[in-house]
Every structure is written in C-alpha cells, then in structure tokens.
C-alpha cells in the first residue's frame, strides 16, 4: 500500500515548483542567500536568481526575505525592484512584472490555483508601483495591468471567485473559477480598495481608498463606495 505521506509530499511540492528537482534547487538557493542584507545581498540574488526564472528575466533588485515560488514562470524586466517580506506565488499561470515596476513591503503576487491555466496570470506594464501589503491574485481569467498605474497599500484585486449554488456541497467543496481583470493605464487605485473579478478600469481614472469596485469604470472618472458609483469625470 502506498505510504499517503509520499502523496501528499509531492503535492506540496507542485504548489511551490514545476517539479521535484526545480524545487529543491529554487528553495536551496534562496535559503542560502535571501536573508543576506543590503546591497551585498541584493548583487548576490540578482546573478543567482536570473538563471532560475523565466527565460528573459532581467537583473532584479530583490531585497532580504522575498519568498519566491514557480520561478521559472515569473518573469521580471529591466529595474524591478521587489521589496522586504514580498511573496511572488506563480504556477503555469504565468507572472510577468514590468519595467521599473515597483514592489512593495508585504505584497503577495499570486498566479497559483489548483486549476490554474496557462496565459491567465498577472502582466503589468512599465513603471507600476504595487503598494505595501497588496494582494493581486489570478490563476485563471488573467489579470493585466497597464503602464504607468499606482496601487495603494493593502489594496485587493482578484480574478478569484467560488460558486456558492450547490448547497449540497461544503464552501470549500465548490467550483472555483476566475473572470479577467483589465487596469488601463495611468490609473491611480487608493489604499484598501477591493477590485473583483470581470471587471474593467478605463485608463486615466481614480478608484477612491475603500472602494469595492463589482463593475466596470469608464476611462477618465473618480469612483468611489461600495459599490463604486461615479464620483466624477476627470478633465481631458
């Protein structure tokens, strides 16, 4: 009879690499040098990480205590700077973190689900600032995020939903499934607001701090509340 501990061994594994070997060798390296602070540590990471993610991936600035999974599906361009006690979570679903992006304290960047599909992770554009504590999540319907956008502290924004219809079931027991997210560009969101699943952010406009935001902005408008409703438009 199988020994279940060796199943569910190799499941923990799957939810944190592409294989057995990709694992043990992306949670060697960083225990031997993400702890190691300063700019000492951050030239270390920066030559012995870039072989270990996603072809093309650029010399990052990745501080102390950054938690990094599936990493030969993230993908960081030129001047990504991914700060102390970040978590970027990715699967086949892949994570893609654009030039000069910005990634701070505590924000966890997540593509993995148990279903998650391929093409349907996270992609930011240029010059993104992802605040402290943030939460971006997608594993399935994709979530893109254009240039130049500003996301405030402890803001979440989720592909993510569960079905909640079949009754006969438990919580944890029914479907989970993702509707994309689109984040036009030089958008500017407030801290804690809450961004759901199939909805889209027209460029130049402002999601108000604490905003629940269920359906979609149109480009060049301030919204706020929960749910969001127009605030007003912005000048052109």
Same mark, same amino acid.
């Given at each position: 009879m199988q020994d279940p501990s060796v199943g569910l061994g190799l499941k923990y594994i799957q939810t944190r690499a592409s294989g057995a070997r990709?694992?043990?060798?992306?949670r060697g390296i960083q225990l031997l040098c993400s702890w190691v602070p300063g700019p000492v540590g951050l030239v270390i990471r920066a030559l012995l990480y870039r072989p270990l993610l996603h072809r093309g991936s650029k010399l990052g600035f990745i501080e102390s205590n950054v938690d990094l999974l599936y990493m030969d599906s993230i993908l960081l361009h030129n001047g990504v700077y /991914?700060? *102390?006690?970040?978590r970027i979570h990715a699967s086949k679903a892949e994570i893609v973190l654009g030039r000069n992006n910005r990634v701070m304290k505590g924000a966890y960047v997540c593509s993995y689900v148990s279903n998650a599909r391929k093409g349907e992770g996270i992609t930011t554009g240029s010059g993104c600032w992802i605040g402290i504590n943030t939460h971006l999540q997608s594993g399935q319907g994709g979530l893109t995020i254009g240039k130049n956008v500003l996301i405030g502290p402890n803001t979440s924004i989720s592909t993510g939903n569960h079905d909640y219809e079949k009754t006969h079931l438990s919580a944890i027991e029914q479907e989970f499934y993702g509707e994309p997210i689109h984040i036009g560009d030089n958008v500017w969101i407030g801290s804690n607001a809450v961004i759901l699943g199939g909805v889209t952010i027209g460029e130049h406009s402002v999601v108000a701090a604490g905003a629940v935001v269920s359906s979609d902005v149109a480009p060049y408008t301030v919204v706020g509340g929960i749910p969001a *409703? *127009? /605030?007003r438009d912005i000048q052109r």
């Open positions: 990709r694992y043990l060798l992306e /991914i700060d *102390k006690y970040c *409703k *127009k /605030i």
